[in-house]
Every structure is written in C-alpha cells, then in structure tokens.
C-alpha cells in the first residue's frame, strides 16, 4: 500500500519513534500524545481496519492487543491502560492502516467523547 502513512512508517520511509518491533507488528509514539503514554500499534500486513478485517486476520489482531499489553506493563501503566481502535471516520479514524491506541499514565473519564 504505497500512499499509506503506516505502511510507510513500517518501511521506515516515513520517520518514527520505534517503540517496539517484531516480524509482525510495529509499535510507534503517536506524534500528537494524549497520555503521558500514547503508543500505537499495528500489523505490518495492511488491513485497513477492523471494518475489513478478514477471520484470518483474526490471530493477528488478537496478537496485536498482546503487544499493546506488554507495551503497557513495561511503562507500568497497567492501572490506567486504554487500548482504543478507531472504527470510521465518525468514530474518529483518520488514518486507514489498523492500529490500536495504547493510552494510560493519567486518569481515564468513561463514555469516552
Ligand atoms: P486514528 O484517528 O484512530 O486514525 O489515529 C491516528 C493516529 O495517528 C492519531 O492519534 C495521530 O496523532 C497519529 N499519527 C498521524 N500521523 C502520525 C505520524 N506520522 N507518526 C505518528 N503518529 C501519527
Ligand atoms: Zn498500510
């Protein structure tokens, strides 16, 4: 997926502050933070979201929220973690490259907005 930005970022053709990687997965600093801890994980496979995410995707994705646990329980934010997907643009998607928000370090509020 040449024009998407995760992608890329996975490709290193855009930069990123790599905060975790293995052959499936890629976790970066999101560039605009709203935690103290505000992480975002993806699949290095494009799906472009959970909208069109395919049953055999299904290991993947599961593995993703693993990553997003360990992310969070070497940043001990495990009190306070938020593991947020975006689903459409109303829902607040803006980028089309699944990912999952990792947020914590602060007090959570529920309903979220
Ligand atoms: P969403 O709104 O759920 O699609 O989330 C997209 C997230 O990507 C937002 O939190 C953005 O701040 C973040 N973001 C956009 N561009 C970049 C980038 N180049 N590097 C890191 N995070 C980004
Ligand atoms: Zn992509």
Not at 31 to 53: C, E, F, R, W, Y
Not at 67 to 92: F, M, Q, S
Request: hydrophobic fraction near 35%.
């Amino acid at each position: 997926m040449p024009d998407c930005l995760f992608c890329n970022i996975v490709e290193g053709k855009v930069p990123s502050k790599k905060v975790f990687e293995d052959d499936r997965t890629y976790a970066f600093e999101d560039i605009d933070p709203q935690a103290p801890t505000h992480v975002l994980v993806i699949p290095k496979k494009h799906i472009s979201g959970l909208q069109n995410a395919e049953p055999s995707d299904a290991e993947l994705i599961g593995y993703c929220y693993l990553v997003a646990a360990r992310i969070a329980h070497e940043r001990k934010i495990e009190d306070t973690l938020r593991t947020v997907c975006n689903v459409g643009p109303r829902a607040g998607q803006a980028v089309f490259h699944l990912h999952i928000h990792v947020l914590g370090g602060r007090d959570m509020k529920w309903p979220p907005g």
